[in-house]
């Protein structure tokens, strides 16, 4: 499976987490809303502006910044 | 028995709606010291116990990274004997039992309301509430927090829980071998050295240090340096052990190692499903329309306009209430008292500062109504997602939005409400830089002086010019919180990681809760300050008074005047008959008007106020203000509409009404120091100085520090005087 950035996803694609490259508090904030290695995600769409990103995870709809999305790598099918 | 409840859970759980549920009306509502984070208690009796209960900030986590989580923290842990009800959003059940198994690992005793499980249901998730409460061993009860579904079952539950005063074991979750090794050996050296342990749970501790928590590592440092410089010593082994083989981080494996707890219970028997989870909600139909590339813009500034109407148009008619009933009680003390310093006091220092206090309450309580629909509806948080990319360019947050948008960023709005909107933002330091730029906003007092000086001198380009102020306000307050965000408040940006939480109908009580305990707090913890800044500025416009030589010569020219008019036009004068008055009468009249305003003018010269606004000439002729112009901008300080009466005040044409400006107009196009340069100047001044000192007071307190009044104050003036100049100057070079 491909691994790419979640910045990359386009919407409506799923992928499962491969890795969060972040540490401090944007690693923090991004595992504690249980964005961890193995997580199913899928893109739901982005604000007017292609930034931020909303995503679902875990049956709930969470926003991230593009470049907050950065450090997040996802295996696409 | 009396014991104390803390309710802990994450954001969106229904926690503050089973809180309201428990404590009804008979709560209160105040801030933790030294931070800006509500804290909300109340009483609930339940079968002869008295529970004290504690509302706990909504936190996704136990880290100490956001106030609002160390505050929830620190109450858990000082606390003392608290029973723990951890609200779980039933429906999210993953991501909200990462929280709990912080409050486990803590070793609190914790019972969970399952809450909101009709709403699970509906997603087609059966729960199995005793499957959980075994393995998570600890009680679980399902509640409807809205319908009060579960309330008795739960308090019979903490009930027993507090009477019995159970402890639990701290919980212990396996982090991985590679972390175990270490955590094992850095758990029996706190242990040993009984280090933080009256606190906290030694294993705990190593866990946070895993994690690099900051105020663990602080306090550890405090109590005994050498053993948590060992302690660093050992995390940061591991950590470069987990760099240099996983690419990883000691604290991305402990949230795996949660997030895998939470997973291994769950297969076991908990959560069925009955349909697919993939399915679209309601609430993401909504959001197909609602988050549209192309509708989304156009209904959220609907919605925004819409509030703004529902702020400013619907409380006119209580506003106007509270200015007629001043007004009456202005007018009586006026009528009822002779003429003298207690009357000027009770009229324009107390009875016009009570009145000005309780003039923001229906705005504030429209505004808070307002925004508490937007919240809890869910709408806010999408509103923040589709604005975040413009405002996060200037330093700032998607939320920002409101409080500039009731500031005037359409303008006519006001600043009061506007800094308290700002309570939205949960980062700090996005909310001070609005809290900071907000008063940049046209707001609705600033709107008449705009008036006169636009009118005066730019009859023909009216629109075109408020329009134009209006962006300029506009780009003024995000340039300057860019600034400020690359300045005194410098810092990464706080992550936009956010939760766009499910639509729901906001329910009347925590709506009705919401407004009112907000109102009664700005009455009583601003209304207070207000009304004495409103009397200490009463006091600047009034003393000294006049010199008696002034004084004598005024007289002396009030009897000339008297003496040169014929006794029945003095007479029908001094009768106070406004009816068919005879030629002279009526220029005797005049010509007492004028000297009367001459003596106002002079007053206010002599006045503290008018004493600065001299002195300051010399610097404020720079910008093309004479002592005139500075007096009624030190005025302005009170309420941003008091520029114009005392402008007029200035140029003896005695109160000027600020609806009422006509004469005051004319007077200024034919003054020689009056020019439109002039005017564009002290416009531009007037947007961007001083917030008035309802502004500043209600800044400071949202703020958490006088010292962010006193900076808004200081920092405005000094750059809207630097534009001013910068305007006055170039404007002369260019024009002269």
Redesign the interface.
Known sequence: MPRINMRQMKDNQSGTIAAVKAGGELGRRIRDMGLVPGTDIKIQGRAPLYDPVALRTRGFTLTLRNREADHIEVEVA | MEATLALAGNPNSGKTTLFNELTGARQHVGNYPGVTVERREGLHAYNGHSFHVVDLPGT??L?A?SQEEIVARDFLVNGGTATVVNIVDA??L??NL?LSLQLLELGLPVCIALNMIDVAEK?GMIIDTRRLSELLRVPVVATIARTGMGKTDLMAVAAEMAETAVYNEPLRISYGEDLEIALTEMEAEIAAADFLTDTYPPRWIAVKYMENDLQILERGHAADPALSDRLKARVRQVADHLKSTL???P??LI??GR?GYIHSILKQGVVTHTHS??RLYL??RI?QVL?N?FF??IIMLTVMLGLYHFTFTYSEVPVGWFESLFGWLAGWTDAALPDGLLKSLLVSGIIEGVGGVLGFVPLILFMFLGIAILEDSGYL?RVA??????F?TFGLHGASVMPFIISGGIAGGCAVPGVMAARTLKSPRERLATLLTVPFMNCGAKLPVLALLIGAFFAHNEAWLMFGFTILSWAGALLVAKLLRSTVLKG??????????PYRLPTFKGLAIHTFERVWQYVKKAGTVILGISVLLWAMMTFPGLPDSEKAELEARRTAILESAPPDAVEAVADGNTAALSEPAIRLKERLEALNAARAEARLRHSIAGRIGTALEGVSQWAGFNWRVNIALVGGFAAKEVVVSTLGTAYSLGETDPEEREALSDTLIDAPEWSPLVAISVIVFIMFYAPCFVSVVCIAREAGSWKWGLFSMVFNTVFAFSLAVLVYQVGSLVGG
Do not use: H, I, K
Not at chain 2, 385 to 390: E, P
Not at chain 2, 492 to 501: D, K, R
């Open positions: 996704y986590s880290t990274y429906a999210n993953e991501r990462y997603r690419d990883t981080y604290e991305a949230a795996d997030y989870q993939d609430t993401d959001d988050l590339r989304g813009p948080a997602f589709m604005l975040d990319r413009v996060s990464e940006a706080t992550p936009f990681v956010m939760e766009l939480p």
